[in-house]
């Protein structure tokens, strides 16, 4: 057993570090244009960290995973806010978005490459949530007026930048991969957020996560905005609705 989780590791190693030789170009690349930001700053210990945990070769693929898309997410989010605050330049914004959303997909297809376990699953859906978590959904009422109300139902949503709304596919699609590798019973109690069937919330509380049930309620949310404020702009739901299908057929 021990063997195997050694195996499991390196393997998970090995897929890493190209990947992290590119996210340490990439910095250094932001860093050497003045980028200087307290996500940076996160993105980079994580990512020295990274490097030690791989060349010691210990690590349980999952842990190795949860830093590689927090130091991931951080450093993208730095740049996401570079975009907002150059008001999206005409002729890079758009080869700029598709840059980072490639990028953002590399922890799908890590997972993909590592053949990871349940465990790995619980972990990966378990640190979304946890970033979706972060910012609090923006509760709106007579006090606050917003013209846009495409704009306003995203901000209830929790959704505030395609992070957030590429967090609630993952964790629907690790969910899907979860429900198909592990079946149906419910899985190792760990902290997710609270009253996810209805909202990203900002309260937490343990649980026992349920693949389908939490899978089934972020692809509809993703579907629900995807189809509605954010129509045209680019997003697909032809996946998310056949995974949507395969838990309705897998439950009947």
């Not at 195997?4 to 390196?10: K, P, S």
């Not at 993105?43 to 991931?72: F, I, M, R, V, W």
């Not at 590429?166 to 991969?177: D, K, R, V």
Request: proline share 2%; charged share 25%; with cysteine.
């Amino acid at each position: 057993m021990a063997a195997a989780g050694g195996a499991e590791a390196g393997g998970a190693a090995a897929a890493l570090r190209p990947r992290l030789a590119a996210l340490g170009r990439r910095l250094a690349a932001l860093k050497g244009a003045g980028g200087d930001d307290t996500f940076l700053a996160k993105g980079s210990a994580t990512l020295d960290k990274l490097k030690d945990l791989c060349n010691k070769g210990k690590e349980h693929p999952s842990t190795l995973l949860q830093l590689y898309t927090q130091a991931l997410l951080d450093i993208t989010y730095f740049e996401e806010n570079q975009l907002v605050d150059e008001d999206f330049p005409e002729e890079s914004s758009l080869q700029k978005v598709q840059e980072l959303t490639c990028i953002l997909s590399e922890p799908e297809d890590l997972l993909r490459e590592c053949n990871t376990n349940d465990k790995c699953l619980n972990d990966g859906v378990h640190y979304l949530m946890k970033m979706l978590s972060f910012r609090c959904p923006l509760q709106l009422n007579e006090d606050v007026s917003l013209q846009d109300k495409d704009t306003a139902r995203l901000l209830s949503e929790g959704i505030f930048s395609d992070t957030h709304l590429l967090a609630i596919i993952y964790s629907g699609e690790m969910c899907f991969w979860g429900l198909q590798h592990c079946g149906e019973g419910k899985q190792e109690s760990l902290e997710t957020v609270g009253a996810v069937s209805s909202d990203l919330s900002c309260q937490s509380q343990n649980v026992s996560l349920d693949f389908r049930e939490t899978g089934r309620n972020m692809l509809t949310k993703y579907v629900a905005v995807c189809e509605g404020p954010l129509k045209g702009q680019g997003w697909n739901t032809e996946t998310a609705k056949h995974m949507l299908c395969y838990f309705t057929k897998s439950h009947n």
